[in-house]
Nanobody, 121 residues
Framework: QVQLVESGGGLVQPGGSLRLSCTASGSIVSINGMGWYRQAPGKQRELVAGIASSGSTDYVDSVKDRFTISRDNAKNTVYLQMNSLKPEDTAVYYC???????????????WGQGTHITVSS
């Protein structure tokens, strides 16, 4: 069974930095796109950043030039480096990945458990 496990959330002051990690484990054949979503209280979940297996990236406008997504394919891990954090970045952040697993031999959409980030002084 495939799992995504996140780490790196917490409380940070405005202007600070955090780095999120998400590692996929289980009977993995291959991982296609990976990404980070977030959901703030009372708001819909939104895509923050995505990275294809080729390494190409995409960001929501509000985090461009502040956040950087990267991946280590050898470790089945995706990262989100977040700099110059703002109070409006406060949300639960979810890792997402399109994974082909060995048992089902099909690509499915997997989610991490979510990690809280609070940006506050």
């Amino acid at each position: 069974q495939v799992q995504l496990v996140e780490s790196g959330g917490g409380l940070v002051q405005p202007g600070g930095s955090l780095r999120l990690s998400c590692t996929a484990s289980g009977s993995i054949v291959s991982i296609n796109g990976m990404g980070w979503y977030r959901q703030a209280p009372g708001k819909q979940r939104e895509l923050v950043a995505g990275i294809a297996s080729s390494g190409s990236t995409d960001y929501v406008d509000s985090v461009k030039d502040r956040f950087t997504i990267s991946r280590d394919n050898a470790k089945n891990t995706v990262y989100l480096q977040m700099n110059s954090l703002k109070p409006e970045d406060t949300a639960v952040y979810y890792c997402n990945a399109l994974i082909r697993d060995r048992r089902r031999n099909q690509v499915d959409n997997y989610w991490g458990q979510g990690t809280h980030i609070t940006v506050s002084s």
